[in-house]
């Protein structure tokens, strides 16, 4: 017998209420229940952070997470970082500084930007390369990853 | 890599966590940050039957500073102590804000629990470490009530505890400062389990040092203190040469295994290597 | 562009200095859908009544199967239907080389009564979902005969060593002596200096970020099946799987979403395609496969372990007299369809001398058969070896000849072009000199050789190391013929059409997974149609709409891929301009195709746009010339009948070496390269990094590793260390600009080599930490452990 669970997610703002399996993770209720296709799996052991996602604003790796222990909590995943089409300041950022290639990691990246400069706002490059550290990039080498972070922290001081 | 069935069970307060280990059987687990756990299960190397959610218990997420030392409440993330360094209940206790730093990436750190790194007793887990360094008490509950057992009881083996299957950890209690500790370690890609991790914590004043702990991670298959090394610090002055003949008596004390990241010898050259550096940081605190 | 449906990428692209598209960093279009989680990779595929699929694979690495059980496989709550080779009774899968020296094994789709390597698939599992696929997995019985795993060449090679293949002598799957010289010893015992090295180079695997994976659903109303799979090689793909379920090939469509890198691993057809593709087939219901991080690092395909041992002759100015090795490469369990587990021995013993003069080669290569995961090519296929071969060579001759290491390159880099080798290669025009000059002096100016000189703060000791490299691309089906694969890739096909509102798109053989073909195949075409690169949609990576391809490997697609898009927008280019001087009045010669309008070279006002051109063309073609056929549409296939062309680089490390860990870390990167005409500096920049970022992996951290029993001890990301951040140094890179005279647009391939310098370079600057010490490591990956115990560990 499946062990089922009613949960409630709210994915960037909108509310979703499902049945999943307990044994779910979160990234496999997002990807294959809720669509938001975004959110990778590059190895469903908490190493190269393809599946980053944000939990009430948090980081955290939704292959080791499951859906339902997100019950009722806010996810911030890559589709909501766009607005009205517009990509953000980081999205430009990492296409400017040739960021991704094949793209697969880059949602994880995405993410752990966005909640790192968020709690983090002055970082030293140095820094920068250290929380780059925590997910794996096969294509790039990591020095557009860095670049562009560091790009947007920048802009973001110096327009505040 | 999908996980094995379980059904799923959320506990609001240590007394439901604990009442659910005692109905659910032996095969039931509790998960806090889920970041030893979850990877576990992916590979299906963990099966539990049943899993207990203790991560809506709020009431364990703190840090305190009363008259018997620091307590931190078992579910407090790594994270949370990492920034806290310069909170008031950390004062004396830097190391621990520096350690965190260790331990994996920023993400793994918002989730990972203290408790639950405790529990899961990884010999070169940071905290450990210096639980052992710094004599921790781990906090237990069960059906029967609360005890308290001492780091260096604590940990039995790989991945095995005094902690019985009925109990979870609720608290660690740090019993004195340590302005002067410091961790050290290695591994060849940040972020990653260390090889071997050395602490020291010493008590240091006028140049000399009455008295200094030293733990070693990676070396056993728990972790552990080396008297043969802490003799050699008591009274004698907080120096360079002082610190590597307590490197080399650790080294030559510790018996460490062979594996694929490394053999005795080369475990041994990095105790004392990290010891060393450890020292050094140590006293520049 | 609004509009037109298509995302503007983010920046502004602006034309390279030239006035041309080619050579400008234009923004890749493939970024916003990327950054913004719309990409489409194969697992993002869903549909209706889909199913899950797992593989029951083998736990042993040798063994005969004498039972294998699915019947509580088949009573697992949500699994639908479990089969074994039996039950599906496919074709195999066969790659053939037309040599002597080959000999031909197969590799089952399912493994039936014999298990070669631990991993490899017995049965597939379909299941109504992923997780209870692996339930099914968790309950089949497989009782095993256990033989003896061969687990390395050695022992593969012993007198009576059990054959991993029936079929095999010695366990050798290839022996060949492509240059052989009975007299060379003679050169040898002549030498003023004969410098030797034994090199092993660690097993790896190329570890894509997305793991292998496909869906495959049956479309009844076009009565084919459909597979959607994350590969390189999409019409190899459809050849592979039309065979083996006995389907002709228009049956079976292959399409390649958005894929997650690649890097060689996803060149070579997967079994476990084939068997998804069949059981979609039988089930007449979509069926999804996708590989988790286990199976990536233990059963889907390795690479790059080898042994040499080598040795050159050299005269007493340092100049190379012979050159000789002995070649061995770990191919593993079974050779791979297309390209045969013979690519590495034949890589190796083609390419061995490479950027130097070698008048005198003997060379004996050989891919041995062993009880572990098949190999397939891997970003730069034996090249990192040869020339971590070569440059140690360099390094030990100048040290016992007491020459300066990089004084002694230069006696023997090749610098009159074209030069032809002992190994029978045309190389074409290079800056090798050039590159190894600028390179040195860039470190000397940037003061590394004083800090090298001076001791460091922590203990730490900074060696500097360089490594000189070529890396032919370009491979056409000449060079590739000399393979004597049965298959023989090499031209490819593009196809342009303009539609009757004037927008165009194109199709290519080739098949990005990462190298932003959307963008550069778009600027070669937009010189050639006079359109910006956003007005061209790049569409690829299905075989129903593409005539033939190879798709991308070998650093072909620019050179090839890009020289058959160049000639095939030139020809629609030919065609508008004949029916806009039609319609102008004028002659074609005197038509330019220029932003977006087709118009009279010297009375510019004589001009239509591209669009009512081809509005003519379509929907009122009684306007059309005489003889001129209705619609815009051209094609054109572009081979290379050449050697290829070949990049150079030079590579430039510091490295600080820690001897109390044994620790190396890189403190600068320098790059000097040449691939010719670049088509676009930021994405050829990536692709160095890149590289360079995945030599430095197999230079100092990751290993796939087994156990005496065959027992894979590095099947998770814990334990295969690909690096981050903070053990990838910041790669700098400057150009040098050789065109290639023989491809359409001057470009040369570049996609391998960072990969190829960089384990020499860094190898070589760790060597130089280490001078004095006595100790010479030949071999990577450099282990810290082994460092500290070649330094005497702690005595
Ligand atoms: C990529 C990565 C890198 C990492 N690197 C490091 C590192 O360098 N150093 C390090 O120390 N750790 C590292 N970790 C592990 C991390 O610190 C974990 O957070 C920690 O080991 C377990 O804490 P958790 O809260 O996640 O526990 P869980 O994973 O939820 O549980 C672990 C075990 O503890 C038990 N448990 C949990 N809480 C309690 C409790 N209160 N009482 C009794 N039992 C309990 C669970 O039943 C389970 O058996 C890493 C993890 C990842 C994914
Ligand atoms: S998929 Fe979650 S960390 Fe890799
Ligand atoms: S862009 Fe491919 S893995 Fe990062």
Redesign the interface.
């Known amino acids: 017998m499946k062990d089922l669970q009613l949960i409630t997610l709210t994915v960037n703002g909108t509310e979703h209420e499902l049945v999943v399996e307990s044994r779910r993770t979160l990234a496999d209720v997002l990807r294959h229940d809720l669509g938001y296709t975004g959110t990778h799996l590059g190895c469903e052991h908490g190493i190269c952070g393809a599946c980053t996602v944000l939990i009430d604003g948090s980081p955290a790796r939704a292959c080791l997470t499951f859906g339902v222990q997100a019950d009722g909590c806010s996810i911030s995943t890559v589709e909501g970082l766009a607005s009205d089409g517009e990509l953000s300041d980081l999205q430009r950022a990492f296409s400017e500084r040739h960021a991704l290639q094949c793209g697969f990691c880059t949602p994880g990246f995405l993410m752990l930007a966005e909640a790192y400069l968020a709690e983090y706002p002055n970082p030293s490059t140095e820094e920068v390369r250290e929380v780059v550290a925590a997910n794996l990039c096969r294509c790039t080498g990591y020095q557009g990853i860095v670049e562009a972070i560091s790009d947007v922290a920048r802009s973001r001081r110096e327009s505040r | 890599m999908k996980p094995a069935p379980f059904t799923y069970h959320r506990a609001h307060d240590v007394r439901g966590a604990v009442e659910s280990l005692h109905e659910l059987g032996e095969d039931a687990k509790l998960i806090a940050g889920g970041q030893s756990l979850v990877a576990m299960m992916n590979f299906r190397l963990a099966r539990p039957s049943a899993l207990i959610d203790v991560n809506r218990i709020d009431a364990l997420r703190y840090l305190r500073r009363d008259g018997e030392g620091l307590r931190i409440g078992a579910l407090t993330t790594h994270h949370t102590v990492e920034s806290s360094g310069s909170t008031a209940a950390l004062a004396g206790f830097g190391v621990l804000s520096h350690a965190a730093r260790w331990i994996g990436h920023y993400p793994i750190r918002t989730r990972g629990t203290i408790g639950g790194s405790i529990a899961h007793a990884d010999s070169t887990a940071e905290w450990c470490l210096l639980a052992v360094l710094l004599d921790a008490q781990i906090v237990v509950r069960g059906q029967v009530g609360e005890r308290s057992v001492a780091a260096a009881d604590f940990f039995h083996g790989f991945l095995t505890t005094a902690l019985e299957p009925e109990e979870m950890i609720v608290e660690i209690l740090f019993p004195r400062p340590a302005p002067h500790a410091a961790l050290s370690e290695f591994a060849q890609r940040k972020g990653d389990f260390a090889i071997v991790a050395a602490a020291v914590d010493l008590d240091v004043e006028d140049g000399v040092c009455s008295a200094g702990r030293i733990a070693l991670g990676g070396v056993d298959a728990v972790p552990i203190r080396v008297p043969e090394a802490e003799s050699l610090l008591q009274g004698a002055p907080a120096t360079a040469e002082t610190f590597r003949a307590a490197a080399d008596a650790a080294a030559a004390a510790v018996e460490p295994g062979s594996d694929a990241h490394g053999d005795a010898d080369y475990r041994r050259g990095l105790a004392r290597t990290l010891i060393e550096r450890a020292c050094a940081q140590a006293i520049a605190v | 562009m609004s509009g037109t449906g298509i995302d503007p990428?983010?920046?502004e692209a602006t034309l390279s200095r030239a006035g041309r598209w080619i050579g400008a960093s234009v923004?890749?279009r493939?970024?916003?859908r990327?950054?913004?989680?719309?990409?489409?990779?194969v697992?993002?595929l869903?549909r209706v009544g889909l199913l899950h699929c797992a593989f029951v694979r083998s736990s042993v690495a040798a063994a005969g199967v004498e039972h294998l059980d699915l019947a509580a496989t088949r009573n697992v709550?949500g699994v639908v239907a479990a089969y074994s080779a039996a039950d599906l009774a496919l074709g195999e899968l066969t790659a053939i080389l037309e040599r002597p020296e080959f000999t031909v094994t197969s590799m089952p789709i399912l493994a039936g009564d014999r298990v070669r390597y631990v991993g490899e698939p017995l049965a597939i599992v379909v299941a109504e979902d992923?997780?209870a696929a692996?339930?099914g997995v968790?309950a089949a019985l497989v009782d095993y005969r256990p033989g003896t795993a061969i687990t390395t060449m050695d022992q593969a090679l012993e007198a009576g060593a059990q054959q991993v293949h029936a079929e095999l002598i010695e366990n050798t799957v290839l022996d060949l002596e492509p240059f052989s010289d009975p007299h060379i010893g003679a050169v040898f015992d002549a030498a003023a200096c004969v410098a030797e090295v034994d090199v092993r180079t660690g097993r790896q695997n190329a570890?894509?970020?997305?793991?292998r994976g496909c869906l495959a659903e049956w479309d009844a109303r076009d009565e084919q099946l459909v597979v959607h799979v994350s590969t390189q090689v999409p019409h190899q793909v459809r050849t592979a799987i039309a065979r083996c379920l006995r389907l002709p090939e228009r049956s079976v469509r292959v399409i390649v979403p958005?894929?997650?890198?690649g890097?060689g691993l996803k060149c070579v057809v997967g079994r476990e395609e084939v068997a998804a593709a069949a059981v979609a087939l039988r089930l007449r219901r979509p069926v999804k496969w996708i590989e988790?991080?286990?199976d990536s690092l233990t059963a889907s395909f390795h690479a790059r372990q080898q042994a040499y041992r080598a040795r050159a002759a050299f005269d007493a100015d340092g100049r190379i007299l012979a050159l000789e090795a002995d070649v061995r490469c770990d191919v593993g369990a079974y050779s791979v369809f297309p390209f045969t587990s013979g690519v590495e021995p034949l890589m190796a013993a083609t390419e061995l001398p490479g950027v130097y003069r070698v008048p005198r080669y003997h060379v004996r290569a050989r891919g041995i058969a062993t009880n572990k995961a098949p190999t397939a090519p891997y970003r730069g296929v034996s090249r990192p070896q040869i020339v971590l071969v070569m440059e140690r060579l360099m390094e030990r001759a100048a040290r016992e000849l007491h020459l300066d290491a990089l004084d002694l390159r230069r006696v023997n880099l090749i610098e009159e072009f074209p030069y032809t080798g002992i190994n029978g290669i045309t190389y074409d025009p290079g800056s090798y000199r050039a590159s190894l000059d600028l390179c040195e002096q860039q470190l000397r100016d940037e003061g590394w050789y004083d800090r090298r000189a001076q001791p460091t703060a922590d203990g730490t000791v900074l060696g500097i190391g360089y490594a000189c490299f070529n890396e032919r691309t370009g491979y056409g089906t000449e060079a590739f013929s000399q393979r004597k694969m049965t298959v023989v890739p090499g031209y490819d096909i593009a196809g342009v059409r303009m539609d009757s509102d004037g927008t165009v798109s194109l199709t290519t053989g080739t098949s990005s997974?990462?190298?932003?073909h959307e963008t550069t195949l778009a600027q070669v075409a937009a010189d050639q149609l006079g359109l910006p690169p956003t007005a061209i949609k790049v569409r690829q990576g299905d075989t129903d709409l593409v005539t033939y391809g190879w798709g991308t490997f070998g650093s072909r697609s620019a050179a090839i891929g890009g020289g058959a898009v160049h000639l095939a927008a030139g020809r629609l280019g030919d065609k508008v301009r004949i029916v806009a001087a039609h319609l102008l009045d004028a002659e074609a010669a005197d038509i330019e195709l220029v932003d977006g309008q087709a118009r009279h070279r010297d009375q510019p006002e004589r001009s239509l746009s591209l669009a009512a051109v081809a509005e003519i063309a379509y929907l009122r073609a009684h306007r059309l010339p005489k003889g001129v056929d209705p619609g815009l549409t051209a094609e054109a296939a572009f081979d290379v009948l050449t050697s290829g062309t070949f990049s150079n680089a030079t590579h430039g490390v510091v490295a600080a070496l820690d001897p109390?860990?044994?620790?190396a870390q890189i403190l600068r990167y320098f790059v000097v390269e040449d691939c010719g005409v670049v088509i676009n500096p930021?994405?050829v920049?990536?692709?160095v990094?890149?590289?360079?970022?995945?030599g430095i992996a197999g230079a100092?951290?990751e290993e796939i590793?087994y156990d005496e029993q065959g027992q894979p001890?590095?099947s998770?990301?814990?334990?295969y260390?690909?690096?981050?951040?903070?053990?990838?140094p910041?790669?700098d890179i400057m150009h040098l600009e050789t065109p290639c005279t023989f491809t359409e647009t001057g470009a040369k391939g570049m996609g391998e080599g960072g990969t190829i310098g960089a384990p020499a370079a860094v190898l070589n600057a760790v060597n130089d930490a280490l001078r004095g010490t006595g100790v010479e490591l030949d071999s990577v990956p450099i282990r810290?452990?082994a460092v500290?115990?070649a330094l005497g560990?702690?005595s």
């Open positions: 990428a983010p920046g923004p890749r493939e970024d916003p990327l950054l913004t989680g719309r990409g489409r990779f697992d993002d869903d709550d992923a997780y692996e339930d968790d570890t894509p970020l997305e793991p958005d894929v997650g890198g890097f988790d991080r286990r997974h990462g190298q932003g109390a860990t044994g620790q930021r994405i920049d990536g692709q990094r890149g590289g360079v970022a995945q100092l951290f590793r001890t590095t998770t990301l814990i334990d260390l690909v690096p981050t951040a903070t053990e990838i910041v790669i810290p452990d500290h115990r560990g702690n």
